[in-house]
């Protein structure tokens, strides 16, 4: 089975500053990566994905994640948020081959302080 | 709006109450998923159907959970005798099959409470 850790919890950042999500996971097999985000009282929407060719992926609100195999890490980045990215962000797996059920991490609320 | 639709978006209940949830999936997305949220929590998986037919159920569909995708369009979920523990959020989310592991799209989700 696979799982996928979530360190922290909550993640307080100035804005304009730099932010790095932390996400690991665990599987005997392959797997692709997303990471989904959900704004307050909203649903959840994929922000990135990683399935295969480049470990480095970007989203087109600047956010970018770096899939690292040895270290089995997702890592979430971006090099200065905003007001506007406050919200709860969800790393998760999924199997390469199967019904692409998805299995997410607890989550890490980004809290943007002006 | 042609995303997934839920409904009701929140749901009050007694202890005991049986409650159903209805999903309506992307139109030509052939693939449904059912998820729950407890507080703190990621979503976990409950089942999947592809078209009509349910192809997988997790271990945390206990038998006082059922679901059904008739004609492969829309999906209800029903919880018989709720308990305080079935709180959540439930989340429905659909695909298609369109090359690898296409995107997924979640529902608003139903915010149950047991009382």
């Known amino acids: 089975a696979q799982s996928v850790t979530q360190l922290d919890s909550q993640v307080p950042v100035f804005e304009e500053a730099p932010v790095e999500l932390r996400c690991n996971y665990s599987?005997?097999?392959?797997?692709?990566l997303f990471w989904y985000v959900q704004y307050p009282n909203q649903g959840l929407q994929l922000l990135l994905k990683?399935?295969?060719?480049?470990?480095l992926v970007e989203s087109i609100n600047g956010f970018e994640a770096e899939f690292n195999k040895s270290q089995t890490s997702f890592h979430l980045r971006k090099p200065s948020v905003h007001i506007s990215d406050t919200a709860e962000y969800f790393c998760?797996?999924?199997?390469?081959?199967?019904?692409?059920?998805?299995?997410f991490g607890t989550g890490t609320r980004l809290t943007i302080i002006p | 709006d042609t995303g997934v639709s839920q409904n009701p978006r929140h749901k009050i209940t007694k202890r005991g109450q049986n409650v159903t949830f209805r999903c309506d999936p992307i139109?030509?997305?052939?693939?449904l998923y059912w998820y729950r949220q407890t507080l703190g929590q990621g979503p976990e998986f409950l089942t999947y159907?592809?078209?009509?037919?349910?192809?997988?159920k997790s271990r945390l569909l206990s038998d006082r959970f059922s679901a059904e995708r008739p004609k492969g369009s829309f999906s209800t979920l029903e919880i018989q005798r709720t308990e305080q523990g079935d709180s959540a959020m439930y989340l429905c989310?659909?695909?298609?099959?369109?090359?690898?592991?296409?995107?997924?799209?979640f529902g608003q989700g139903t915010r149950l409470t047991v009382v």
């Open positions: 989310a659909s695909s298609s099959r369109d090359g690898p592991n296409t995107e997924a799209f």
């Open positions: 139109s030509e997305h052939n693939r």
């Open positions: 998760a797996v999924s199997l390469l081959y199967g019904n692409e059920k998805l299995t």
């Open positions: 159907f592809q078209n009509e037919a349910q192809l997988e």
């Open positions: 990683y399935l295969s060719g480049s470990t």
């Open positions: 599987s005997s097999v392959s797997v692709y």
